[in-house]
């Protein structure tokens, strides 16, 4: 059975119900030609600057630019599009409050590369847990056509139901065939892999996850996007990049730095008082830095 396609004017239910039973989805025709070019120009000169991958998970002509939130101000958008932030929180949302974004990527495949391993994505939290729990929402926005001699992404649907080892027939794995502007949704717990490019051109796709809001982030966002990039976008965006509580207290800061900008050293004998001297070493900010370089 097929990878199904959708219109844009989908239903979130009927995303819902087909992830439930394939674990995969196509929407076709979502961006605009604007918006695809917009991307293009984003992620341009970071591919250039970008070596290829080291093994045959990351591909040896497969080229990943990270950041995206940092780097593209339209793949911002892509990561706050409406249908997928209430998918997202339709899907990941009945184990517990809240989800953030996990992960960002452009990947480009080029010409000549092979076939990766088939996984599962859930797989960077360890193991397999069977799927009781949804733990990851994934889409990948295609940015070139994506067609099965271009290295489509491969997806075996229905296989987040499948025990650890079973392994698919060659029927059973399909391809996320799709125009430039659609994107492909599925889940964490089903196998899928980069396809292999036997064509002469490039297969890009702009790969944006989602996660609950409790477990850690694939990319870290907060280093990827550090503060002085974050305060300048939009704060829904912020949020979702895990700027935000995740709940009441977590996720929660104390700001270290005091009203003039400096760390706050507190002197030992404000905390210890007259067995100071023995704890010099614990509380003097500079000493704790010496000691550890
Ligand atoms: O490039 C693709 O189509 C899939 C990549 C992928 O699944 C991954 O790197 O985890
Ligand atoms: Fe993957």
């Not at 917009?38 to 970071?46: G, L, R, V």
């Not at 502007?181 to 089903?190: A, E, L, N, P």
Request: charged letters at 25%.
């Amino acid at each position: 059975m097929g990878i199904k396609h959708l219109n844009s004017d989908a239903h979130v239910d009927e995303i819902l119900e087909i992830l439930e039973e394939d674990a995969g989805v196509i929407i076709d025709d979502v961006l605009t030609k604007d918006q695809l070019n917009n991307i293009t120009q984003d992620i341009h000169p970071f591919l250039g600057n970008t070596r290829e991958g080291k093994d045959e998970f990351t591909g040896f002509k497969t080229k990943r630019v990270g950041a995206l939130m940092a780097r593209s101000p339209e793949c911002r958008n892509l990561a706050l599009d409406p249908l997928i932030n209430e998918v997202s929180k339709r899907f990941l949302e009945p184990h517990g409050e809240g989800y953030q974004l996990h992960f960002t990527s452009a990947i480009n495949i080029g010409p000549g590369e092979t076939q990766q391993i088939l996984h599962r994505d859930r797989g960077v939290w360890g193991g397999y847990i069977p799927r009781k729990i949804e733990t990851q929402l994934s889409t990948v926005w295609a940015i070139t056509d994506f067609t099965k001699e271009n290295g489509a992404t491969q997806l075996v649907p229905g296989s987040h139901k499948w025990n650890k080892n079973r392994e698919p027939t060659d029927e059973e794995i399909d391809y996320a065939e799709m125009n430039a502007g659609s994107v492909f949704i599925y889940t964490g717990s089903v196998m899928h892999a980069g396809g292999n490019n036997i064509s002469d051109e490039n297969r890009m796709g702009v790969f944006i996850h989602y996660a609950p809001s409790w477990l850690r982030q694939e990319e870290n966002q907060y280093l990827s996007c550090p503060p002085e990039i974050a305060k300048t976008l939009d704060p829904e965006l912020r949020s979702l990049m895990g700027y935000s509580k995740g709940g009441y207290v977590l996720g929660f800061f104390t700001d270290p730095y005091d009203k003039e900008g400096k760390l706050e050293s507190v002197s030992p004998e404000k905390i210890f008082g007259d067995s100071a001297d023995k704890f010099e070493n614990l509380t003097t900010p500079d000493k704790l830095v010496k000691e550890s370089s």
